[in-house]
């Protein structure tokens, strides 16, 4: 079975800082795992994906995140927030060899931009 | 390339009666998916299409809900009767295939009184 826990429900950090989003994930099999954002009364849309390819995923918006096998982390990142970057933000897990591959969303993360 | 459609964006019911929401999925992705998302939490998958077949629906309160994906494409999903509990965003996506991204409709707003 697959899961994912967003390990921080609110975020905080000030315009122009670092941003960590963390994400640990649990998969029985090979999984696929992805970062969605959530701006207010939108669509969700895809940030980036990491399906099994390079462990060091770059995506839109400079964000970007890495697989970590051995910590069963997949972490989003972003060098210098932007006031634009205040949303919710959900990770994602989908694996392999199940029957049912459905994507599985953590429970989010709000991400506050400080001014 | 046009993105998924859902429709009604917004629908307000009085518990006990029914309710349909449609989606159509980006043309030629054969995987489409059904999301509930109750405010404040991550989207739930209520039921995940291959074509026109059910790959999960454990999730799916086959009691009430009901969903159907007829000639592949488009998609409606059906509570009846609503509860309560069912007010929530009703979210429909579609990927190519199994296990890659999926692109998301702007969802429909359900809300039960």
């Known amino acids: 079975a697959q899961s994912v826990t967003q390990l921080d429900s609110h975020v905080s950090v000030s315009e122009g800082t670092p941003v960590l989003l963390r994400c640990n994930y649990s998969s029985s099999y090979s999984p696929s795992l992805f970062w969605y954002v959530q701006h207010p009364n939108k669509g969700l849309q895809l940030l980036l994906k990491y399906t099994s390819a390079a462990t060091l995923v770059k995506g839109i918006n400079g964000f970007e995140a890495e697989f970590k096998k051995s910590e069963t982390s997949f972490h989003l990142t972003k060098p210098s927030a932007h006031m634009s970057d205040a949303a919710e933000y959900f990770c994602v897990v989908s694996e392999a060899g199940g029957g049912a591959d459905g994507l599985t969303f953590g429970k989010g993360t709000h991400l506050i931009i400080q001014p | 390339e046009a993105g998924v459609a859902q429709s009604p964006r917004y629908k307000i019911i009085e518990k006990r009666q029914s309710v349909a929401f449609w989606c159509n999925p980006i043309?030629?992705?054969?995987?489409l998916y059904w999301y509930q998302q109750i405010l404040g939490q991550g989207p739930k998958l209520l039921i995940q299409?291959?074509?026109?077949?059910?790959?999960?629906d454990s999730q799916l309160p086959k009691d009430r809900f009901s969903a159907e994906r007829l000639k592949g494409v488009d998609s409606t999903l059906k509570i009846q009767p609503a509860k309560l509990e069912d007010s929530a965003v009703y979210l429909c996506?579609?990927?190519?295939?199994?296990?890659?991204?999926?692109?998301f409709g702007q969802g429909t707003r359900l809300t039960v009184v």
């Open positions: 043309s030629g992705h054969a995987t």
């Open positions: 996506a579609s990927s190519s295939t199994r296990r890659t991204e999926a692109f």
């Open positions: 299409f291959q074509n026109n077949g059910v790959v999960d």
